[in-house]
């Protein structure tokens, strides 16, 4: 980011708002306006401008020319909402275009609204502040999830593109899926295939008018820690089905370390031990313990002999349901 533009968002608690247009003399009203209410006003001439500005200074909204001439408004408006770090910001429109099919091709284009030349600031205002005050309750909404170990991300469900997600599901979903392959951002596949699922399960409720339940969550395991997500919310009005719509997930990690530092000081276990007994809690055989500790069955099965002689018990059957009986009393939301 460049000098210039950090000290011009330096500016304490002003609303950043980017106008496009490659003629901005035009709009000199609105953007004395603009400066007045308070708001740091960023300026782009065309739309590869537009797109660089926009991904360094993150504006709360964008004003945008639909007529340029190179890459168009609508074309901007594509790409800022293909990219998953621009996909949230309202743009709206600012057309000279009366006709319904300009009008219909901006919001199709993920404008949010428009205002038709000649501009009048008042109404631009009027307008800016609803969608301004949307944008800050959302904001505030999934700084606050994160700030409390949760992570947000917004998917269209139809190709599982990313159109949000937050510094903490970004760090996530990299852990536990690998990082994303360049271009546009989507969601791992077995995440789209599940919010699919849970779309349909909350769709087919409404239909039938029940009450809606919770879809079933998604698991994945990495160790002892487990990533969960769960459907969250409906981020948009008007869709009809599982392939349309964008919905909000939300995403917690958990982990069991301390469960297995329990196991291990309840009864006298060495490291390796207590991580051998959990996974048998958990179900796992020999082979799947040895490839999740880098060991071979074999030695997972010394470990597993030692656990018995320490426990007093036969079976793995036996040393689950002693160990489980324990670990219940010291952490009673495991889930074994």
Known sequence: MSDTLAQALNRAHSDVVLIVDDVPDNLSLLHDALDESG????????????????????????????????????????????DATTAHIPIIFM??????EHLVAALEAGGTDYVTKPIR??????????????????????????????????????????????????????????EPVPGPAHVPEPVLSWLRRSVEHVLEAQARGEPLAEPPRLSVEQGARRL?????????????????????????????????????????????????????????????IGDILGSSPMTVKKHLERVYAKLGVETRTAAAALAMNRIRQLHPQFEG
Not at 95 to 100: H, W
Not at 153 to 162: E, F, K, M
């Open 39 to 82: 708001c740091t006003v960023l300026v782009a001439l065309d739309g590869a401008s537009a797109l660089q500005r926009a991904a360094q200074a993150r504006p709360d909204i964008v004003l945008l020319d639909a007529m340029m001439p190179g890459m168009d408004g609508f074309e901007v408006a594509r790409r800022l909402k293909a």
């Open 95 to 100: 057309t000279g275009l009366t006709e319904t």
């Open 228 to 288: 969960t997500l769960r459907l969250h919310q409906r981020n948009d009005d008007g869709a009809t089905s599982a392939s349309a719509g964008d919905w909000m997930l939300i995403m917690q990690e958990a982990s069991d370390e301390s469960v297995i530092e329990a196991i291990s000081l309840s009864f006298r276990l060495t490291a390796k031990e207590a991580e051998v007994l959990y996974w048998v809690i958990k179900g796992k055989i020999n082979r799947d």
């Open 121 to 178: 600031p008042k109404e631009v205002l009027a307008r800016m502040q609803v969608h301004l005050q949307g944008a800050r309750e959302r904001r505030q909404a999934r700084n606050a999830l994160d700030a409390f170990g949760y992570a947000s991300i917004t998917v269209r469900a139809s190709d599982g593109r990313l159109m949000w997600q937050t510094p903490l599901a970004r760090e996530l979903l990299a852990r536990y899926y690998g």
